[in-house]
């Protein structure tokens, strides 16, 4: 199953990784460790943290090809389905800070399926917004070195959501920060942000 763009879209699987996620994290905000990884999902081992200057880490994602600064090192979860396009693999990192959860996902489709870029990045925002049940605060399309992207905000009842949505060739990236209503957390935000580095092969 699908999320269609123009006959494509990021997956629906990395969305309801995604939202897996935030419900899980958010509605635990208080507690301390993190949800076993589902049985159908398959943990990496997190490689060795890179110590910042502000008492997170630098997260160098090989298979991904990106860089960013989290609150610790996450583990992948990973999965590989069966499409009528082709099998597709998504990926998504997790972490949940003092403050807010920071959730990383891509998907690498089939090399023969085609889609088309904007309606992608517009797709995505417009299908996290049903799942999490929010509404959307603003929107802008960008350029972030270089790649063709979209950043907005949302929120709903309770959580408050910037994300940014990137397109890097045929690998469509996800960046999320959700944060309890009433909490500021937008030093923490701006340096996961900002921080993202991605390479291309």
Known sequence: MEIVSGGSGMKLLLLALILISLNWMVAHAQEH?????????RATPAPTPVPTPQGWVTFNCV??????????????KTETVQSDHGPYTTHLFVVRGEKSVFLIGWVDYDPSFNFNTTGELDMNRENFLKGV??????????????YQSIEFTAENSETLFKSRVYMVGRRPYQLVAATSKGLDDSININRFFDSFKVRVQ
């Open 63 to 76: 298979p991904g090809r990106f860089s960013v600064f989290m609150p610790e090192i996450p583990t992948d």
């Open 133 to 146: 049940n929010a509404t959307l605060v603003n929107n802008r399309t960008v350029t972030l070195d270089g």
């Open 33 to 41: 460790g993190r949800p076993a990884p589902s049985p159908t999902v």
